[in-house]
Each structure stands twice: as C-alpha cells, then as structure tokens.
C-alpha cells in the first residue's frame, strides 16, 4: 500500500516543505526535475506537486492522502480533513486593510456602500457576516493592495507576515480575520486504512520540529565535579552519565538543550569542572 505526499509546487512554501521532508528521511529522488510525481526513497511514498490553494482539496478528495499547505488555504476552501501537525513555518495574518488616508479606522466605520477586493471570498463573507456587514465582494487573484488606488475597491483583505509590503502600498490594518501557518494535513479515509504509513511520516516529520533549535552537549567530568555540573546543566530529561574507561574517576555526560543556552552553558560548565565540551546537532527527536 503506498501514499502520496501532495507538496506545493512553487511559492514561498515550497522549498520549506521539501526541506522538512528530507530531514525526515523522505529525500526525492527527483527533486531537480521537479516532475508532476516524485519518487521519495521510501518505494511506499511519493510526492504530488501542486498549487498549493489545490492541495486543501486533492487531500479532501484522497488525490493524495497527506498535504502540505496553509491554513488560511484549507478554511478558505472549507475541505474536509484532518489536521495533523503544525510545521512552525511560513506564519501569516489574513487582515482587513483600508487606505491610510481614508477614515476607515476600525471596523466600525464601514458602512455596506463600501466594496472590498481579495483572494478570500469565502473567508471574507464570513467575517463580515459576523459583523453584520452586507459589502460588495471582488474576487481578485493578485495585486490585492493595489485595489483601492484603482477604483476597484475601498477596502481589502489580503495576507500579510510583517505588514511591510501593506505599509509600502500606504496601507494600514484594520482587522485580522484569521492567523495561519502551514500544516500537515491528511485525508479522513487515508488516516484509517493507512495508517501505518501516515504515523510513520508525522512522527518523522514531529521529530524534526521537536529537533529544531536544540542541540546534544556531551563533556567529560571527574566524579568529584559531577554534582556541580548537574546544578548548571538544563536539559530535556536529565543528564545520562557514563564512564570514561581511560580515566580513572571520570564519567561522559550528555544532555540535550536549548540551541540559545548554549553559548552562557558552555562557560559555566567549564567552571563546574566539566572538560571536553561537544555541541552537536540534532536531526531528530523522536
């Protein structure tokens, strides 16, 4: 029985989603061809390439039986799945934003007259459906801040990370309608006679999240300094110590931490008394 994995194609997302795919172990082995279908080095699992405001649907229908897209994408197309992880990448806001010269300050001053241009329609109707608000929508597939200094519209909704590219169109926010980042998503049916497989890839794929910004400290301690260097050492489960057979009265000790402690651990383990520091990285943690 074998899966397919439905991956943007292009975008922004793209290349974040091969990559934590590759970290997990699922390496394409077309990657520079960047055919429809990739091959992965697992012969159970493939990649499906596609936009990824498709992606939400393919995994809906089991085009595919797991999907890598945004949130914001799977509400807008309201499909049917389940979400499983999320991936900490590619975080966003889908705002409401009018003119800074205009007196649409807050959600209060918009009256049904007003027309507002976005990619979310969906999203949208519902937001101003919430806030008893009857505008005309215009469904548009790009250059949304462009809309209200075209006579297209008076206000919009469009996404945004930083706010910077509305602030440079002379745009400022009014509202947020929805937070959104990227998961990974599956399909209900897949979940249930796949589930083997589909496990096995969100563990993988957990154990590179739970990896991310940490590292394993490995030293060298004489017994005598052990108590010392368990004061100062954070870790995610307690030191595991063992013995260095070379030397007499010395013990290896290793710990996973922080990536952000390392830098002030490292010299206050020195004064503890430990030796041989190593900071390693780490792929995983399972």
Not at 34 to 56: E, G, M, Q, W, Y
Not at 62 to 76: F, N, P, Q, S, Y
Not at 139 to 160: M, Y
């Amino acid at each position: 029985m074998k899966i397919k994995i439905a991956v943007p194609s292009k975008g922004r997302i793209s290349e974040p989603s091969i990559n934590i795919l590759e970290k997990a172990g699922l390496g394409l082995k077309d990657r520079e061809s960047r055919k429809l279908i990739s091959k992965t080095f697992n012969k159970d699992i493939d990649v499906l390439f596609a936009r990824a405001s498709d992606i939400p649907e393919f995994v809906q229908d089991g085009i595919a039986d797991i999907g890598i897209t945004g949130i914001d994408l799977i509400k807008e197309s309201e499909a049917d799945v389940i979400e499983l992880l999320d991936l900490k990448f590619g975080k966003t806001n889908l705002v409401l934003a009018a003119p800074e010269d205009s007196n649409i300050k807050s959600i209060d001053d918009i009256t049904s007259e007003m027309t507002l241009a976005t990619e979310f329609p969906t999203l949208t109707k519902k937001y101003l459906e919430k806030n008893n608000l009857n505008l005309k929508i215009v469904k548009l597939s790009g250059s949304t801040e462009a809309a209200p200094f075209i006579g297209v519209a008076d206000l919009i909704t469009d996404l945004t990370s930083t706010g910077t590219t509305l602030k440079m169109n002379h745009l400022e926010i009014v509202d947020t309608l929805l937070k959104s980042s990227i998961v990974l998503i599956a399909n209900k049916k897949s979940v249930e006679t796949k589930k083997d497989l589909i496990d096995s890839v969100s563990t993988s794929i957990k154990g590179v999240l739970d990896a991310a910004r940490k590292k394993l400290l490995m030293m060298n301690v004489k017994t005598k300094d052990l108590e010392c260097v368990k004061e100062v050492m954070p870790s995610m489960g307690g030191l595991t110590i063992s013995d260095v057979l070379s030397e007499e009265e010395t013990v290896a000790a290793q710990a996973v931490i922080d990536e952000d402690e390392v830098f002030d651990l490292v010299n206050k383990l020195r004064n503890a008394g430990a030796k041989d520091i190593l900071v390693v990285p780490i792929e995983r943690i399972i």
